[in-house]
């Protein structure tokens, strides 16, 4: 089978190194993918990994791309593509793709769509009301005090702001609403209560009427340890969490899942691909903070390095609406996933920074790094981009896997480099 990976990050990185095991895969592509991603293998045919240079939200070349190759089977990372089309697109012109639909992935790119589909559905998430008017928007966050204002569309993840008080409420409703700081993401809003407690990452796998749900993860969002600091893409995350046994998690998902699917159903949404409901374990029970409609990054990191499954055997059950038939098996091990940024991130970075200690680290027992923000430049990689590694590690338990991934870390270098030293730490 030829794939196409499309997307640049580590998440990216960990999909093809995983989709290159299988026996199915003859080649393997990715657009635009990075240096790491280009350094892979095909475990069975030995061949190459071949990154392209087309953006992942350049759709027509993709798509001709594509054609020109006979992929068979292509695969989609990121949010953008999925709310742009792509899978409708390459529906259209007869090609396999794995990957939400334009209709699913709303529930990503409108957080006034998913927050009315959870109110009609029962599913568990904060109160909450949608606006296009603002004052009246300015109005309800007053009444609930501590709040959260939510840009409705995609704002690249900074479209969420936490508000202490009224004053800082009715400013972060100027900031979206009046001047458009997230452009016409910002025409509508959410605005929800503002929950306490341990947030942690759920994923599904789902073929449009069946949902396979993965063991717990969770993500570190804010820069600096003790969840300090601004706002990342994620600065590491591991799997399993204690913070959810099997009975809770079965719980959650009996909640979560089964009223998804009978709405989405209901809806007539075809659902097939990665669902990630963001959840906050409340002392009043779980409840959904929003939903990504893809893996997230660096949960995938953690995820994929424990699962015991063919990925490609999933994914086109995924896509085929036969996954009832699927069992996912997961390794015992736990798997800590530690970020590398370059120094700045989440605000402005350099780039092009040597990397120095690759080999060395990747040689370490139960070790794998995923690149994010990587790129080769005469004949060395360097940085370019914020998030520039996920150094991961799998170990018998979760204390040993973050041993072992804080002793890969320290072997890589380059100027600047910057992570945090919790990663896992609240779960010890
Ligand atoms: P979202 O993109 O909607 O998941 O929001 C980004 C981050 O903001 C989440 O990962 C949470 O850490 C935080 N957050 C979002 N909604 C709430 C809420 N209602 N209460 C507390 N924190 C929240
Ligand atoms: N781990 C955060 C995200 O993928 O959105």
Redesign the pocket.
């Known amino acids: 089978m030829k794939i196409l990976v499309i997307g640049s990050g580590g998440?990216e990185h960990a999909l093809v190194w995983k989709l290159a095991q299988s026996p199915h895969a003859t080649q393997v592509w990715c657009a635009p993918g990075n240096a790491g991603i280009a350094q892979e293998r095909l475990a069975q045919k030995g061949n190459a990994v071949e990154c392209v240079s087309i953006g992942a939200e350049d759709l027509p070349k993709l798509l001709a791309f594509a054609q020109e190759k006979k992929v068979d089977f292509t695969v989609v990372g990121p949010d953008n593509p999925l709310a742009l089309g792509i899978v409708d697109l390459f529906q259209q012109n007869g090609l396999k793709i794995w990957g939400v639909n334009q209709k699913a992935a709303q529930f990503e790119s409108s957080k006034v769509f998913s927050q009315k589909f959870m109110e009609k559905y029962g599913i568990p998430t904060a109160a909450a009301e949608t606006f296009s008017d603002v004052v009246a928007a300015k109005k309800f966050a007053a009444s609930l005090g501590k709040c959260v204002v939510k840009a409705d569309g995609l704002a690249l993840?900074k479209g969420v702001l936490i508000c202490h008080n009224q004053t800082e409420a009715e400013k972060a409703v100027d900031e979206i609403m009046v001047s458009k700081a997230f452009g016409a993401a910002g025409a509508n809003v959410v605005i929800q209560e503002f929950l306490e407690g341990i947030e942690v990452?759920l994923h599904a796998l789902c073929d449009g009427t069946t949902a396979k749900i993965f063991p717990t993860s969770q993500?570190h969002?804010r820069a600096l340890e003790n969840d300090e600091g601004l706002n990342t893409?994620?600065m590491g995350?591991y799997s399993p969490t204690p913070f959810l046994n099997d009975a809770q998690l079965a719980g959650v998902a009996a909640k979560v899942l089964e009223p998804f699917m009978r709405g989405c159903v209901a809806e007539g949404i075809d659902y097939r691909g990665l669902l990630?409901p963001g959840v906050m374990l409340t002392k009043s029970g779980p409840k959904i903070l929003e939903f990504?409609a893809r893996f997230?990054?660096?949960?995938t990191q953690v995820y994929l390095t424990r699962l015991e499954n063919d990925l490609v055997e999933l994914l086109d059950a995924s896509a085929s609406g036969t996954l009832a038939k699927q069992e996912l098996k997961w390794k015992p091990e736990a798997s800590v996933c530690v970020i590398l940024a370059s120094g700045g991130y989440p605000e402005n970075y350099p780039k092009g920074k040597i990397i120095t200690g690759l080999d060395v680290a990747n040689k370490l027992p139960g070790v794998k790094i995923f690149h994010a923000g990587t790129a080769l430049k005469d004949g060395q990689i360097v940085t370019s981009g914020g998030r520039v590694l996920g150094v991961t590690a799998l170990g018998k338990d979760l204390k040993t896997a973050q041993a072992a991934a804080y002793a890969a870390v320290a072997s890589i270098q380059f100027e600047g480099a910057r992570f945090r030293r919790d990663i896992a730490s609240k779960a010890l």
Request: without cysteine; negative net charge.
């Open positions: 998440r993840g990452s993500d969002k893409g994620g995350a990630y990504n997230g990054d660096p949960e």
